[in-house]
């Protein structure tokens, strides 16, 4: 059975093509009635728009936006990296990807970003950055413009965002109290490390760890999360005084970016080799620390798949056409030395 073309629906609608064709790129000038017999004929006929076929047609180019913190850390650069590769890579299929970095959790600097986005420039932003009632006001601006919104890695779902690329953050962290409360053994507390109050993937973590605990791991005290702003330097600096406050620690949950710092720190000391540490992100200094034994396990996300999946989706709403969901689930990674990809 052949597929219905553009001929089919204007036909059974009974209009002209151009009538067809304006209704299909949503541009004016066409009766609210004749748009429903255009769409029930769409309907009727089970019509499949080649989106693909049509953008070449008009030479359009896709213009997307990252907005990420300009933070000193190897997820950030990971991620920064599979947007310029990805950028070389789509660019067959006519997909530009621009990168524009905004100081770690300020919310004002995302503001400014997204107030400067207009339609003709930007078809689409992915967002990485802290939920806040100014940036929420400003997705909602962008998206009054016809813009379509991705939030990235953390969720802004008090937004207008159209959807959410990462993991699902509260089961994260309720996996990485699972691992924390199998590896240890003994009575003590547990040291979170996250970047900041104001993000919201790191709230969800803590929440996730700390339900997980107080059912099934009684012999473990969670004591206040330690803001490290995802700075390494900032991390190394802080540890001495933790471990003056707290000597009892039996391990740590670095749920955050800023590993270096950590790393650092517990090379250089002589803190038992028996405190546990559940970190995020696999990067090649993460990776190190788990070979060697420093960290005990890794809770992981795939950057590539972050940004395949960020272009897919803009492009999807962009051009208003299903999208694969399933196919977009980014999925929890654990790893420990001995399950390492090569």
Known sequence: MEKPTVNDIARVAGVSLATVDRVLNGRPGVRAVTVEKVQKAIDDLGYVRDTAAANLARKRVYNFLFVLPDADNEFLEALSKQIVEQSRDQFIERTRLKIQRVAPFEPQDIVDILDAVESKEVDGVAVFGPETPSVRDAVKRVRDKGIPV?????????????????????SAGRTAAQLMGRFVHKKGKVLVLTGSRLARDHLERRQGFDLVVAEDFPHLEVVASVEGRDDPD????????????????????????????LIQFLSESKISKDLVIIAHELTPLSREALTRGTFDALISQDSGHLVRSAVRLLRATSDKVPFNKAQERIRIDIYLKENLPP
């Open 150 to 170: 991705v939030a990235l890695v953390s969720d802004l779902p008090s937004s207008d965002r159209d959807h959410f690329v990462g993991i699902d953050n509260v």
């Open 234 to 261: 900032l991390i190394y600096k802080m540890m001495p005084e933790i471990f003056e406050t707290y000597p009892d620690l039996v391990g740590i949950y670095s749920s955050a970016a800023g590993n270096a710092g």
